[in-house]
């Protein structure tokens, strides 16, 4: 039996950086549990299509300052595309189709360069793995049982081996079933919604801006991204989109020809890019809000997906997710750093070189103690509960054709464009910096 501080159920990119920030930052003994085959991961590592992965994100500044500071630059993901950087979001364009509201944000105003960067997943994901040389990657395997005892988490995989952990995170994205072994419940809110994505080229540059178009349709996202179209590469002028419409016109839409889909598209869109001249395949997944509670058990955490995955409106699921990582990664420094520390006093006062030996044996750094678990879940709740209720909030405000809830959506577009203060608290929010202690609020300046 393999024994390690912590195992990470999961290979996706909220796995595969815990696993990194643990291992490297932290410097515990981590295990990183891999359904799929890394060596096939690897294959098409040269390939900057985000349909190799259908998820393309918005990154916060405070995702991308974190996933800097454990060692994942963006930049270097230029190195691999022909000097070709993930494009930044400097501009945020929010209308509501048909009203005045009308919100208009630029990074420029809040003294940042950017309000994030858009990347493709499966790009972000390669590059994480592929700078990986301190945790131990088992993969491919499957997860067939877990068992908690007193001392550690038995997790007993496919190939008949058994890990033993002192901390299980599960970052399976809640698809497997073992949040609900541990006894951790997860209840689910369906949007009767479907998120349509693709990529598209349009005529005119998109000149780093992002937009958020709401239509009697639902929402409709475009983030700046150049891809490949049939052969052809966007030079500036491309967008990945995230059309969210109610589940039976999303059917009627996927079922559309080409060019009645373009047709469709533009009219929920507009013209403020010119026409879309090409669209990628399209791929789709239902929207629901799903929520864990609690978000730990003896020695098992959820991250991540497992631990609430959010509607795409606004891009907060995955940040959310994020942060749920950079405040794992740094509870458990200061942890095993304060154990440290005791460690040194107690054997400092050591007469009996046996007494100091039992000491070494006996009080190795418990990275799933009940104490931690609990500071890492009382931590999380406010962030957590803001943003799933933001996100909730806006999903039911902006696709409601309810004539006095469009009366004051736009309303409140107007105002918060007018008001200087309440703009600002909403760029803290939507960056990642809204519940950012004051020792570390110099990190964006709007804030």
Known sequence: ???????????????????????????????????????????????????????????ARRTVNELSDIGLNLEDLAKQHNGELPPKIKHIEVSDKGHLGLLHLDSKDYHIDAFGQVVSLSALTRMAISTNSTYHHIAPAKVITVTQQKDG????????????????????????????????????????????VFNVHVQMPHDNKAYERFTPS????????????????????????VWTVETDTAKSLMALSKTEFVKALQGAFGYRQGRILRVSELASYPLALAKAE??????????????????????????????????????????????????????GEENSASKLVQACVSDRFDAGAFDILTRYANERIRDRDNTITLTDTLVRTFSNQYFPTVIG??????????????KKAFVKRTTGYGETSQVNRGRNAAC
């Open 1 to 59: 039996m393999k024994s390690v501080d912590v195992a990470i159920i999961g290979g996706g990119i909220v796995g595969t950086v815990l696993a990194k920030g643990l291992s490297e930052k932290v410097g515990l003994a981590v295990a990183l549990i891999d359904a799929a085959d890394p060596q096939q991961c690897r294959e098409s590592s040269n390939d900057f299509n985000p349909f190799t992965d259908t998820r393309v994100i918005a990154l």
């Open 294 to 347: 609690p978000i730990m058990s003896h020695r098992t955490l959820v991250v991540g997906n497992a631990a609430q995955a959010l509607h795409p409106i606004a891009g907060q699921g995955f940040n959310l997710g994020l942060r749920d990582l950079s405040t794992l990664i740094a509870i458990l420094d200061t942890s095993q750093k304060a154990h440290k520390k005791q460690q040194t006093v107690q054997k």
């Open 153 to 196: 988490v038995n997790v007993e995989l496919d190939s008949g081996e058994t890990l033993t952990a002192r901390l299980l995170v599960l970052a399976d994205g809640g698809r497997s079933g073992l949040a609900q072994q541990v006894g951790i419940a997860k209840t689910i809110t369906d949007y009767n919604q479907t998120a349509i």
């Open 409 to 422: 959506r736009n309303v409140s577009l107007l105002a918060l464009s007018m008001l200087p203060q309440a």
């Open 218 to 241: 639902g929402p409709l996202a475009f983030l700046p991204f150049d891809s490949e179209i049939d052969g052809v590469k966007a030079k500036g002028n491309g967008f990945s989109v």
